[in-house]
């Protein structure tokens, strides 16, 4: 089984960077589509970035020009480097690996197929 472990969450002041992290173990890399999703507290799930096996990146719409994400297919590990933190952005981080969620008439719907990682707190106080 895949194995995923994040690390580089904690606590920041608005406007401050965080790095985040997530390695794989256990599984194939290159030809694995990797993402970051997050849930704040009370709310649904909500699409960060994805970094596709290919290269290709996107972005939910409330973190582009903040956030980026990157990978390292050496270390089989993927990044998401958070700029200019907003409170709104307090949640927890889950890593995705080849998973995905969606939300479906105020429901979050979570890939049949696919790994997540154990989540990081990451607090924004302004």
């Known amino acids: 089984a895949v194995q995923l472990v994040e690390s580089g969450g904690g606590s920041v002041q608005a406007g401050g960077p965080l790095r985040l992290s997530c390695t794989a173990s256990?599984?194939?890399?290159?030809?694995?589509?990797m993402g970051w999703y997050r849930q704040a507290y009370g709310n649904e799930c909500e699409l960060v970035s994805i970094?596709?096996?290919?290269?290709?990146?996107s972005y939910g719409d409330s973190v582009k020009g903040r956030f980026t994400i990157s990978r390292d297919n050496a270390k089989n590990s993927v990044y998401l480097q958070m700029n200019s933190l907003k409170v709104e952005d307090t949640a927890v981080y889950y890593c995705?690996?080849?998973?995905?969620?969606?939300?479906?008439?105020?429901?979050?719907?979570?890939?049949?197929?696919?790994?997540w990682g154990q989540g990081t707190q990451v607090t924004v106080s302004s």
């Open positions: 256990g599984g194939t890399w290159d030809d694995v589509d």
């Open positions: 970094i596709k096996s290919d290269g290709t990146i």
């Open positions: 995705a690996y080849d998973a995905s969620c969606t939300v479906v008439s105020g429901t979050s719907i979570y890939s049949p197929l696919g790994y």
